[in-house]
Structure formats: C-alpha cells, structure tokens
C-alpha cells in the first residue's frame, strides 16, 4: 500500500537532478570563465615578463654569431632546464655558448620586453602588430573606455530617472503599460545594430551641426551607449520607485505636497540606493558594450582626456577596451604576447564589470533587507 | 469662523463613484466645528471614503467621480480655483497604519513647514520652536527631546502615530481627519492617543474614523452612523448610542451586524 514503484521515484529524483544542475549551472559558467581568462593570460601575470621562450628566441637571431640553427638549438636545450633553478641566459653563459658581451646584449633585449603591469596600465603606446618593437600600453584604451562610459552616464541618467520618474509617478496607468513596452523594445535592439545607426546616421549628424572632421567619435559612442543604457536605468529605477511604500506618499499628500516636493523630498531619499544600482548596471553595461562603440567611436588609439579645457575631448575618435579585444583577437596568433595581453585586457575589463555589478546588487539588497 | 458658523463643514447631496460602483450617496451634514464627530459603521460602509473626501485625497487614484458640494471654512472645496495644497495644509490627516517619513523626528515635524514656506522664512530658531511646540502638544516632548535625530520610523507605532499628529500641528490646521488611528496600536498607545486627542478637541475639529464602538463612544462628542454609501444617524453621541432613532442603527450597535 505505501509503496512506490522505484521507476516513479527515479524518474523524480532525476527530474530533481536536472533542475538542480540548471539552477546551479550559472555559477558554474561563471567560475569557469573566471579560470579560462585567467588561465590564457598566466604567463603575464605569474612570470610577470613576456613568453621566455619567443623572447630569448628574438633576442638570439640578433646577436652576432648566432645563427637560427644554433638558435633553434639553444632554445630547446633550454626547454630541458629548470626554469626555476636557472635563468636560460645564465645557463647559455654558463655552458659557453656565448660570450659575456653577447650575455649583456640578450639581457637588455629581454629587459626590454620585461612585462611590468604597471607599465602596462600607464603607458599609453599600443603597439601590439610591431614587428621590430611591440608595445603594449594600455592607458589609452582604457581612457577611451572611461571618456565614452562617463559621457554616455551623463546622458543616460537624466534620460533615465527622468523617465523612471515619469512612468512611475506622473502617467497614467494606460500610458504607463505602452511606455514600459516601448522601453523593452528598446532593449531588445541588437547592438550591431546601434552600431550601425552610430556608424551611419549620428555620423552625419555629428558632422553637420559639430562640424568635426569625423563623426565616429567619444560623442557619438556615448549618445549610442547612453540609449542603450535608458531602458536598463528606467526599468530598475521603476522598480526601486515602487517599492516606496505607499504610506509614505499619502503622508506627504496628506501635508499638501506639490508633484515635484513629492519626488525630491520623499521619492528620491527614499528610493536613492535603488536608482544608484540601476545607474551602476547601467555603468556596467556601457563598461562591457563592444559592438556598438567598435562601430561608433572610430578606433583610433587615443587619450581624450587632457589638461586644457573641456578637458575631455568629445570630438576625438577613440578606441575602448572591449573594442580593442573584439578587433584584435582574430588575428593574435595563440599563445603570443599579444594573444596573452588581450587576456589580460579581457581580466581588466571583467574586474571592473564585476565591481559595478556587485556593488549595484550589494546596494540592492541593502534596501531588501531594510 | 466658528463663532459665527456653528458647522465647520457643510456638505450637500455628496455622491462618489468608483468606476461605476457608488460609494457614497446623497451625503449631507453639518459638522461642528471644535469638536470630535466620530464615524461609525461595518467595512465597506464608506466612511473612509466619506473622510478622505475632505481632504480630496481619495483623487489621487483615477476612476473616482465625485458630485455634490462639501463647504469646509466658507469654500466649496470642490471648486475649481481651490487649490489642493492649500487644501491639504488646512485639513491635516493621520492614517489607519503610522506612516512617519523615513527622516528624522525633527524633520517629520518640519516637512510641512519647509514645503509650505520659502528657505528664507525658515529659521533655525523658528523650526526648533516648531518641533518644540508640536511635541509638546502630543506629549512626545519629554520621550524625545534628546532623540530628535532619530529615525522616526525606528520608534515605537504610539509615538509614531503621535508623531504623524505632531507633524501636522506646525501648519495650523483647521480640521484633522483621522482614519482609525489607533487599529495598529495595543490596548495601552489606544489610550495614550485617545488621551491626545480629547487634549486636542476645542483647539481642532477633529473628525474619526473608527471600527470601535467603544471607542466613538469614549471619545466623540457627535457620531455618525453610516451604511452603504448612506447617512443613517448623526446625533449626539449620548444619543446615538442610548437612545438611537433608527433601527438599523440599534441593530448595529447591539451588534447584530457589521
């Protein structure tokens, strides 16, 4: 009588299993992303100098006497020491094979191309396809990430809050349910698509009323990006203005507010850690956008920012962190210098992204637990 | 006024839809003014609606149609060139559940000053004198005198709810509306608020919502018996309760129903 047959009880346990697996596959991806980025871009970060192997190898050919066999030779005699216990240079030394000036010359070669992480953030040379010198500096990248990010923010978060405010607090229920569609659907443009319109229409526009040479610049990857940022302000803005008790508007109708003392005396102090999450997911979003600022900020390799007045130079083309990886990926060879900074660029951007995003649900769940 | 007009709010042939359902119908009534009229009668009777008329608070969500004239300090409210600010500043409300702002204590009792009056105006010695003044008149003084930066929403729901009273008195109210103030609050803040509120009758005209019968009995000096959307009795509390009039109402107060 109470009994179930086992393949009942199977069956559900295994239904149990699969739903298990989806609901904890997430942080699975997550942690396995984490460790793949990490993981192409070891060699920088732990031996904290490029490739030993391509750069002693480089170094060779150009010294004197040293020709690519012997070359060839060299490195894979290296291959067979412990990187640990000896330096391969010391060893070739050591064993003869070159003298104490040709010793030198290797040294300063690889010093050269020693990778130091603080160079790498504050110089501003990117030269990744050099033949003869290749430089990776990234700090104009990241100023071009940090210009586009803060010009879009300023257009993104009046629009935004304004227009949280408006369909929570000012428009009708009717009005209310079309614009909250209408901003879905701006949500749902793809971003190759935004891209194109910067790359196209806001090109031309930018051109005739700015009269700038080109239009393809931090404006107009800003503009793109702050409309791509609205719909991700207004939706969690909307939510953080709802969950204002209601008591708290009566009250203050109940003194005789005006619609406007409403929001700046009762709406926003109470709804303030809400609306900053969603202005930081909607910093997140425009730190990791790739496709629409690769088409729409010109991708030259340049620092907006400097001292004389507006100070950031709106009208210049640029070329950001996400772009620079999309574009380059393709053609890094694998395992090179350049394949491994990209993922080291690709760390960067993940950190930063991780930062805004944390912070924005720790903000969240701050008012949840209030 | 009230010296010359007994009634400190007249109203005529009040009807009020929601949507199509109507919630009140052909309300008339003299309110006198400085005392306490207390409002009696089963859920769904309308008598929040009725008081949340007097401050046209109920507009606020959109389907409500109202008909009729309600006259509160020689004007009829419903008039177009009233204006619902100054409205709400002469006709103080307090709510079923304390709904203090998530400021201070200090800036609760102020938030009507500092709407209604220009920064200017507002001098820290006249808004201390403000928060001084209100909370004694509420009996919060001596508790909160040195905590006069704290959360109000951190207190306990009796001082929350004088403090929602508290709040409105800097304004100068004429009427305060009360809509069961005290269903949220246990049987001794029940007490101590009624206690304000028989302090505040004569200075206000206060008029009470109220599901407790022995409360509109203990407190008000009029009451009035609503059912369905009508006026069934208004009398003289005394009378109402003793020697009421109207059948449906002896049915109610013995507690035949509602």
């Known amino acids: ?370 | 006024m009230t010296e010359q007009n007994p009634y400190a709010i007249i109203t005529e042939d009040l009807d009020l839809w929601y949507g199509d359902f109507q919630a009140l119908e052909k309300v008339s009534l003299n309110l006198r003014g400085g005392i306490i009229t207390g409002l009696i009668g089963p859920s769904g009777c309308g008598k929040t609606t009725f008081l949340r008329c007097l401050n046209r608070v109920n507009e606020r969500y959109g389907n409500v149609r109202t008909e009729g004239t309600i006259n509160l300090l020689g004007k009829n409210i419903y008039d177009p060139d009233v204006s619902l600010i100054e409205l709400r500043k002469s006709v103080g409300m307090v709510f079923q559940r304390p709904n203090p702002l998530p400021i201070s204590v200090y800036e609760n009792v102020v938030f009507g000053l500092r709407i209604h009056s220009p920064r200017s105006e507002l001098k820290r010695s006249l808004l201390d004198e403000a928060v001084e003044q209100a909370l004694r008149e509420v009996m919060l003084w001596d508790d909160l005198k040195d905590n006069l930066k704290q959360k109000a929403t951190e207190l306990q729901l009796e001082q929350q709810q004088k403090l929602c009273i508290a709040r409105l008195l800097p304004l100068k109210p004429d009427i305060i509306l009360m809509d069961e103030p005290c269903s949220a609050l246990d049987v001794e803040a029940t007490a101590a608020v009624e206690e304000l509120m028989l302090t505040l009758a004569g200075k206000y005209t206060i008029v009470i919502v109220t599901h407790n019968m022995a409360q509109a009995r203990r407190i008000s000096d009029e009451c009035i018996f609503m059912l369905l959307g009508e006026i069934i009795e208004h009398d003289r509390t005394e009378q109402l309760f003793l020697a009421p009039k109207n059948p449906k109402t002896s049915d109610y107060i013995e507690g035949r129903y509602g």
């Open chain 1, 1 to 370: 009588m109470l009994h179930r047959s086992k393949g009942k009880v199977l069956r559900e346990a295994i239904i149990e299993w699969l739903i298990r697996i989806c609901g904890i596959s997430a942080v699975v991806f997550v942690f396995a992303i984490f460790f793949f980025v990490f993981w192409e871009a070891k060699g920088q970060i732990f031996s904290g100098k490029v490739n030993i192997n391509t750069a002693t190898a480089t170094a060779l050919t150009k010294v004197e006497g040293i020709d690519n066999a012997l070359a060839d030779k060299i490195v894979a005699q290296r291959a067979q020491i412990d990187p640990k216990k000896r330096n391969t240079v010391n060893w070739l030394l050591e064993e003869k094979v070159i003298d104490l000036e040709q010793f030198f010359e290797i040294e300063s070669q690889i010093k050269a191309k020693e990778f130091s992480f603080w160079k790498f953030l504050t110089t501003e040379k990117w030269y990744p396809a050099s033949e003869t010198n290749p430089r990776y500096g990234v700090f104009a990248l990241i100023a071009g990430t940090v210009s586009v990010s803060i010009l879009s923010m300023l257009i993104a978060v009046p629009f935004g809050l304004g227009s949280a405010l408006f369909i929570s607090e000012f428009c009708s229920p009717k009005l209310k349910e079309t614009l909250k569609i209408v901003i879905e659907l701006l949500a749902a443009i793809p971003s190759v698509v935004w891209g194109f319109i910067g790359l196209t229409i806001m090109n031309q526009l930018i051109m005739q009323i700015f009269g700038a040479p080109i239009g393809i610049t931090v404006l107009n990857g800003a503009i793109i990006l702050g409309l791509m940022s609205v719909p991700i302000i207004v939706s969690i803005g909307e939510d953080a203005l709802q969950a204002v008790p209601d008591s708290y508007r009566e009250a203050a109708i109940g003194l005789g507010v005006t619609r406007w003392q409403m929001v700046y005396k009762v709406l926003l102090p109470a709804a303030k850690n809400g609306l900053l999450a969603a202005v930081l997911l909607g910093i997140g979003r425009a730190i990791g956008e790739t496709m629409a600022v690769l088409l729409a900020t010109g991708h030259s390799v340049n620092n907006p920012f400097d001292g004389t007045f507006p100070f950031l130079h709106a009208l210049e083309s640029v070329k950001t962190l996400t772009a620079t990886i999309a574009a380059e990926m393709g053609e890094a060879p694998r395992d090179s210098d350049h394949y491994q900074v990209l993922f080291i660029i690709g760390i960067l951007l993940f950190t930063l992204t991780f930062i805004v995003n944390l912070s924005a649900d720790l903000i969240v769940k701050g008012i949840r637990n209030k």
